[in-house]
């Protein structure tokens, strides 16, 4: 685990690790970062301008996942969810990109199963905007 930012607002590091191991088997680093960190990066490696919610970089059989606090934190709220299932959701995105899943159906239901034995709610349907 390394912050970039306060841990304020940020899940502990065991529900971290818990979401990305149920996500996969592997070696990871996540890394909480600042707005302005995580634009760079998006610009650096997506030719991006903006800070984005999550970035994974795979390395083999290990690889990074950055989280942006700030992104993650404005998205849950304007999602109605709170911060702690938002993260979950995005450790566990992240975490399967790393093994190799791409965006589609395939990837969101092994997301809404992985959620689902955290307690968390389908992150792509409206009744996740209910709080938790």
């Given at each position: ?10 899940p ?11 996500a996969?088997a ?58 702690r ?7 566990v995105?992240g ?33 996740s905007?209910?709080?938790?």
């Amino acid at each position: 685990m390394q912050y970039a930012v306060p841990r304020r607002g940020v899940p502990g590091v065991a529900s971290l690790r818990a979401w990305a191991g149920a996500a996969g088997a592997m070696p990871v680093t996540i890394r909480v970062v600042g707005r302005a960190e995580g634009r760079r990066l998006n610009a650096r490696y997506r030719k991006k301008a903006y800070a984005t919610n999550v970035l994974s970089f795979p390395y083999g059989a290990t690889g990074d996942i950055v989280l942006c606090h700030p992104v993650i934190a404005r998205e849950a709220r304007a999602q109605g969810k709170s911060v702690r299932a938002h993260y979950a959701h995005l450790v566990v995105h992240g975490m399967l990109h790393l093994r190799g899943y791409a965006h589609g159906r395939g990837m969101e239901a092994r997301e809404i199963g992985l959620l689902r034995r955290f307690g968390f709610r389908n992150p792509y349907t409206v009744e996740s905007a209910r709080p938790e």
